[in-house]
């Protein structure tokens, strides 16, 4: 890797880090001004702070694991972050969205495998309902994760790039064809 692709990759994880920086702060500021109950009413019958504690992932699902599910999250959440790492050097510079996609992954799972650690469990804050509809309660990590998912998401439908293949449709090697036809 060149000495510009890596500066350039440095940026990203620096943006990461600003997005773990504003994921730790609210969940500060929401601690202190929500924790007790007093839930602040953004745009009314949709949009409110209120506190949450997430002991589970996503949605709540597996909350009732304990200090083992506790650790065992942890423990997945470190191998994503290890993996997301490794996806994230491996990704040629050129390709900025992919790049982008990884760095929120990684602010994101380390947001939140931040406050499992540290706390034993996760806080949301951020809760959404629409008339009876009603969201699980959320935070900036889970918004970066989101975010992340659904640009990699899109970027499977965006590519034009066929898969790196060394045969064509009739199975034989494209440099063996070429030498051929010359």
Known sequence: MDKRSFFWKLGYLIAAGAVFM???????????KLRFGDDIPVISGFLNFAY??????????????????????SGVAFIASVLVLYFFW?????????????ALLLAGIVGNVVDRVRLGFVIDFI???????????????????VMGAGILILDMFLRKDPPNNKTSGSGKNDDHISRDNS
């Open 22 to 32: 504003i994921d730790q702060t609210t969940k500060a500021w929401a601690i202190r």
């Open 52 to 73: 949450a504690q997430n002991t589970g992932v996503a949605f709540s699902m597996f909350d009732d694991g304990g200090d083992s599910g506790r650790w065992a999250l």
């Open 90 to 102: 491996k990704t040629p510079r050129s390709d900025d969205r992919i790049l982008g996609a990884l």
């Open 127 to 145: 809760d959404v309902q629409f008339g009876s509809w009603h969201y699980p309660t959320f935070n900036v990590a889970d918004m970066a994760i």
